[in-house]
């Protein structure tokens, strides 16, 4: 039950987030910029055009996101997301630049937010193996 519930609540922050950023790339265009650069440099098939790179970090987000709240392949599903959120958490939350203490420590939380985020994703994408071996273990001990 619990397991049920948490995939859409932990999917929500990226289906939310994902559209918004997929309807209003130039949110977050100009802070992806040196990373979408750096990025299509080392990896084909990236965008270098930074609004369509990261309308299709949203897109992907609210597709992903949708699949994990829906239960459909929700370890690929988190294993996607955890990718979308590396680079978004890099180039949204520079806290290491930020001079400002106040604003150093608002981006200091986004930051640990994310990391903890990407965290349960972590446990969403590896669930499958904890559960075959609990039913494999109840299957053993019911012989």
Same mark, same amino acid.
């Given at each position: 039950?619990?397991?049920?519930?948490?995939?859409?609540?932990?999917?929500?922050?990226?289906?939310? #987030?994902?559209?918004?950023?997929? %309807?209003?790339?130039?949110?977050?265009?100009?802070?992806? +910029?040196?990373? %979408?650069?750096?990025?299509?440099?080392?990896?084909? #098939?990236?965008?270098?055009?930074? +609004?369509?790179?990261?309308?299709?970090?949203?897109?992907?987000?609210?597709?992903? #996101?949708?699949? !994990?709240?829906?239960?459909?392949?929700?370890?690929?599903?988190?294993?996607? !997301?955890?990718?979308?959120? %590396?680079?978004?958490?890099?180039?949204?939350?520079?806290?290491?630049? %930020?001079?400002?203490?106040? +604003?150093?420590?608002?981006?200091?939380?986004?930051?640990?937010?994310?990391?903890?985020?990407?965290?349960?994703?972590?446990?969403?994408?590896?669930?499958?193996?904890?559960?075959?071996?609990?039913?494999?273990?109840?299957?053993?001990?019911?012989?």
């Amino acid at each position: 039950m619990i397991r049920k519930l948490a995939r859409p609540m932990l999917a929500a922050m990226f289906i939310a #987030g994902g559209y918004n950023t997929l %309807v209003g790339p130039e949110r977050v265009a100009a802070k992806a +910029e040196s990373l %979408v650069g750096a990025i299509t440099d080392r990896l084909p #098939g990236v965008p270098k055009d930074v +609004e369509t790179a990261v309308r299709l970090n949203g897109a992907v987000q609210v597709l992903a #996101g949708a699949c !994990l709240a829906l239960g459909v392949a929700p370890r690929a599903s988190a294993a996607a !997301l955890a990718g979308t959120l %590396v680079p978004t958490t890099y180039a949204g939350h520079p806290f290491w630049e %930020v001079e400002d203490p106040q +604003e150093r420590a608002q981006q200091r939380i986004h930051f640990l937010k994310n990391l903890s985020m990407f965290g349960g994703l972590l446990f969403a994408a590896t669930d499958r193996k904890r559960h075959r071996r609990r039913k494999s273990h109840h299957q053993w001990c019911s012989q």
